[in-house]
């Protein structure tokens, strides 16, 4: 697609891909991330421009697709400067940036998924107890999002740690080749709260909310809650499903380098971290699939039917 070599100086494990592997790695991610992108523009278009938007449960899910949105876009607006030949975009020669909002959209990413978790089991909680649902809650998980993005970007600014060319040598990410001071426990702690920690919390909060879904009354059934909650939960496991290729190849990596010592030849593992990086960067059409699929009254808004959650919950109760 490109007609200039991929300059790999200072590439993260540099020299693991020769120019084709990078240029095929580059346009399956480029199309990849289009379709993923004009998927999810779909279906924020009917989250934020639809009786949806009005609705608190669907507030943070919303705000987790636009930021899929957000990033993939940012990437699409990156690579079609590139593609127009503007030499000031063909090479990165401002990691520090680049790194910072890449990493910046990427952990809110994750926190947004992990706080619709926590934002599930806070309102099984709520209900299965009769408080009223707080709505300053919905805001706050945005803030607490804000806050954790920027406290795990901003640290290689500050010295702790440094942004480097990932694999596709296009774009930025931490080094995680860790050196041997206390700057290897700063990174890898950074590393453990930004992609195990929200895991954990997020299998967690499952977990205890459907311990409270089963305190629910039998003859007052909150319908509207339950359907909600399987959404999250189908949502939760497709994009874990897609996270979870290219984060254990990175973590093996970590491990092997910086605490077993070995040589990893990443030459012949290029076909892996080519697909892991296609899935992450599809996981926006993935994630429409799988939420038109199991949410009925968002299919319906998507192909201009005009159900309403009442219509969904009697399917429900009749199902019941």
Request: charged share 20%; hydrophobic share 50%; aromatic share 18%.
């Amino acid at each position: 697609m490109y007609g200039k070599p991929i300059d790999t100086e200072n590439c993260y494990w540099d020299g693991a891909f020769n120019q084709e592997d990078l240029f095929a790695l580059v346009d399956g991610w480029i199309l990849t991330g289009r379709i993923g992108f004009f998927m999810i523009i779909w279906l924020n278009i009917n989250l934020w421009c639809t009786v949806l938007r009005r609705d608190l449960k669907y507030r943070n899910l919303a705000a987790f697709t636009t930021v899929l949105a957000i990033r993939r876009g940012y990437h699409y607006i990156f690579y079609i400067l590139r593609y127009m030949d503007y030499d000031w975009v063909y090479d990165i020669h401002n990691c520090s940036t680049y790194g910072f909002i890449d990493t910046f959209l990427g952990v809110y990413e994750v926190e947004s998924l992990t706080h619709i978790c926590i934002e599930r089991y806070v309102v099984a909680k709520y209900v299965a107890n009769g408080w009223p649902i707080r709505r300053w809650h919905y805001f706050l998980y945005q803030w607490l999002c804000l806050f954790f993005s920027v406290l795990y970007s901003l640290a290689p600014l500050f010295g702790v740690g440094n942004y480097v060319k990932d694999f596709s040598c296009l774009t930025c990410t931490y080094n995680m080749v860790l050196p041997d001071t206390w700057e290897r426990y700063a990174v890898l702690g950074i590393f453990l709260l930004r992609s195990v920690k929200p895991v954990l919390f997020m299998l967690i909060m499952r977990f205890w909310t459907q311990q409270m879904e089963a305190k629910y009354d039998d003859k007052n059934v909150p319908w509207v809650e339950v359907r909600f909650a399987h959404i999250v939960d189908s949502l939760t496991t497709t994009v874990l499903g897609c996270w979870l290729p290219i984060t254990a190849i990175r973590a093996i990596v970590i491990i092997a380098i910086n605490f077993l010592g070995l040589e990893v030849d990443m030459k012949e593992y290029v076909w892996a971290i080519q697909w892991a990086i296609w899935v992450e960067w599809f996981t926006p059409a993935v994630v429409t699939v799988s939420l038109m699929s199991v949410d009925h009254l968002l299919r319906s808004k998507m192909f201009g039917g005009d159900k309403t959650e009442d219509d969904i919950i009697k399917v429900y109760e009749k199902e019941d």
